[in-house]
């Protein structure tokens, strides 16, 4: 069994823009080696947002070096992209854009869910790129709710939905660059649930809502982060009350992390040519 190595109920709070409220759970800035791949999770909301006609959300900005994949559960996000791409996700919906070598991009509420206003919530992962593939051209996948398999778990403990990865033989949908497994997971109150697990791989749990021991050792109430040791084959989940969490697993990259605002590569100089190659109109635009 994969034990726990801590785990984080209290972390700061800031806006992403007006439309964004976020608790950041996670940032490479400070557990960079047990979260690989993964860089940073942002939870947003739960907040209830008044109808509006305002645009809330981000403008333009740029990204490189690295994907960001955003997960809605209640609301809507409007998406737009520097390739072209675009698109409103709603709850069950997945959004995994590969920034790679320069995205610009915009992030705001879904102009439908904006007038009619109503309960926003969401995650964002950034996942790093392996040094390889950070430069490839950036690209975008949208992935709708119907699109992700929706496992039972045995014994009626529960669901596992899976955005990316493989569970137990079924695959997910997403195309990653590194082995990832991304796991929405709904677990049934009074459930005991065992979930097979690659050995020597990152494992973390983050627990949206609920009250869950995890590992038999550490019980938790959402929201609440765990990062688990990375030996072991197994994670044990028992839930006092219905429970929802976000599994992320993957093999650590194992390579220098230099990040500066929007941008994530190896060294001090790819920093450097990401800003002039922005700068100078290279990303492109919205
Ligand atoms: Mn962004």
């Known amino acids: 069994m994969k034990k726990v190595l801590f785990a984080r109920t209290k972390v700061s709070a800031h806006w992403v823009g007006d439309g964004f409220p976020v608790r950041n759970f996670f940032s490479y800035s400070d557990i960079a080696d047990q979260i690989s791949p993964f860089l940073l999770m942002d939870y947003a909301?739960?907040?209830?947002?008044?109808?509006?006609?305002?645009?809330?959300?981000?403008?333009?900005?740029?990204?490189?070096?690295?994907?960001?994949?955003?997960?809605?559960?209640?609301?809507?996000?409007?998406?737009?992209?520097?390739?072209?791409?675009?698109?409103?996700?709603?709850?069950?919906?997945?959004?995994?854009?590969?920034?790679?070598?320069?995205?610009?991009?915009?992030?705001?509420?879904?102009?439908?869910?904006?007038?009619?206003?109503?309960?926003?919530?969401?995650?964002?992962?950034?996942?790093?790129?392996?040094?390889?593939?950070?430069?490839?051209?950036?690209?975008?996948?949208?992935?709708?709710?119907?699109?992700?398999?929706?496992?039972?778990?045995?014994?009626?403990?529960?669901?596992?939905?899976?955005?990316?990865?493989?569970?137990?033989?079924?695959?997910g949908p997403a195309r990653t660059f590194s082995p990832i497994n991304l796991w929405d997971l709904k677990l049934n109150q009074g459930t005991n649930a065992s979930i097979p697990l690659p050995d020597n791989e990152t494992a973390v749990v983050f627990l949206m809502k609920g009250t869950v021991t995890v590992s038999g050792t550490e019980t938790l109430t959402g929201p609440a982060l765990c990062v688990l040791d990375p030996e072991g084959t197994e994670l044990e989940l028992n839930a006092s009350n219905d429970a929802r969490i976000l599994f992320l697993g993957g093999k650590p990259l194992?390579?220098?992390?230099?990040?500066?605002?929007?941008?994530?590569?190896?060294?001090?100089?790819?920093?450097?040519?990401?800003?002039?190659?922005?700068?100078?109109?290279?990303?492109?635009?919205?």
């Open 254 to 286: 194992h390579e220098p992390i230099v990040g500066y605002g929007p941008f994530v590569m190896n060294t001090e100089a790819e920093i450097r040519e990401a800003f002039q190659d922005y700068q100078s109109g290279k990303f492109g635009r919205t």
């Open 45 to 171: 909301g739960p907040k209830v947002f008044p109808p509006t006609e305002k645009r809330l959300g981000v403008g333009e900005h740029p990204h490189r070096g690295f994907e960001t994949v955003t997960i809605v559960y209640s609301g809507e996000v409007e998406h737009r992209d520097s390739t072209g791409a675009g698109g409103t996700i709603g709850p069950g919906d997945v959004q995994w854009m590969t920034a790679a070598s320069g995205i610009v991009h915009e992030e705001f509420h879904g102009r439908e869910f904006a007038k009619r206003g109503g309960d926003f919530e969401m995650v964002q992962l950034w996942v790093n790129l392996p040094k390889t593939f950070k430069m490839n051209p950036p690209g975008y996948q949208e992935i709708k709710d119907q699109a992700i398999p929706a496992i039972q778990l045995p014994d009626g403990s529960g669901i596992v939905r899976i955005i990316a990865g493989n569970y137990q033989g079924d695959q």
